[in-house]
């Protein structure tokens, strides 16, 4: 009897900490190509959201999309920096990168790097240093966010893919075909430290608790890895559903959010640095994998579409992807 009061008690704990959330709304966006990250502009409450060749950026006091930012071909990351009034935009099919002013969306510049399809990207307000990293080449392209100049191209020895700063002059990518984290120092501008975070593999979304000093990386074989970002030590493993492409820390809940392409949102708590638990899975809708949060309101954001037929594979294109229904383009709201 007195286990099964332990794991009744346990049972209740778990329930009473879940969080209830369920999918809220979808914003309707223009547009028809594919997708990747977003990022919130907290002040201005705006979303801005990867598409295709453009970015839409979406007012969230009002759901409403206002305005889009043309000519950023094979778009995949914006990162904003609030403090210079500018937001950076890796073009991934131009080998670029491209400028705007944070309040008009007007282009201020749009440069060319050596990189080979830039993909993620971060500003770091310790540094005043833009990061951006490139897929194919390997490494990341270094930017002097105040003068928009290339500063360094940093080697990463494996395909980078998305970054965290602990705001204090050291950055944490996650290297996805090495199941690795690179540290990088921010004023040196060279790689530090190297973190090995097996058995998570295919590392992609990264999260970081700066208080406590801990990364989140969601992985590609379904679990999310803790790292300690002092140690690289692994603390522990979280299972979470299949086809995460990211994962946000709300430090105000000391919730994880795991997107799944499959279709689900992973809910973790955090009971302390050490001490995790699943507390719900949420569903969604398939192809929502990667996800942003509004730290003001605490609701998630999340893009996806509608899927048709998937082509027969060929020898030009091994693994084709599923057709995106035209005009079904959106941004997923959970709260």
Known sequence: MKCLSVLLFALFVSFSQA?????????????????????????????????G????????????AIA????????????????????????????AFTIVNLTTFELIEKVAIQGVKPDAILYDKFSKKVFVYNAKSNDATVIDAVTNKVLKSIPLDGKPEFSATNAKGLIYVN????????????????????????PGDEPSGLAFDVVNNRL??????????????????????????????????????????????????TVIKQKNKDSYAVLETVPTIKGARTITMSKATGTIYMPTASFGKTPDATKENPNPRAVIIPGTFKVLTVK
């Not at 043309?70 to 073009?91: C, E, M, Q, R, W």
């Not at 990088?184 to 790689?191: F, G």
């Not at 590609?220 to 522990?236: C, E, R």
């Open 53 to 64: 060749n453009v970015v839409n950026v979406i007012d969230l006091k009002t759901d409403k």
């Open 68 to 95: 889009v930012i043309p000519d950023t071909k094979g778009v995949h990351g914006i990162t904003i920096a609030n403090d210079l009034n500018k937001a950076f935009i890796s073009d991934g099919a131009d080998n």
């Open 19 to 51: 969080q209830n959330l369920k999918l809220s709304s979808e914003i309707s966006v223009a547009g028809d190509l594919g997708w990747d990250y977003l990022s919130v502009d907290e002040p201005a409450q705006r979303l801005f959201v990867s598409h």
């Open 216 to 265: 989140f990386s969601v992985c590609g074989n379904s679990i999310m890895v803790v790292t300690d970002a002092i140690t690289g030590k692994v603390v522990t493993t979280l299972p979470i559903g299949e086809g995460s492409d990211g994962v946000f820390y709300d430090e105000k809940r000391k919730l994880i959010f795991s997107s799944n392409g499959e279709g689900t949102l």
């Open 175 to 198: 290297i996805e075909d090495k199941n690795q984290i690179k540290v990088i120092d921010a004023i040196k501008l060279e790689v530090v430290k190297t973190f090995d975070i097996s």
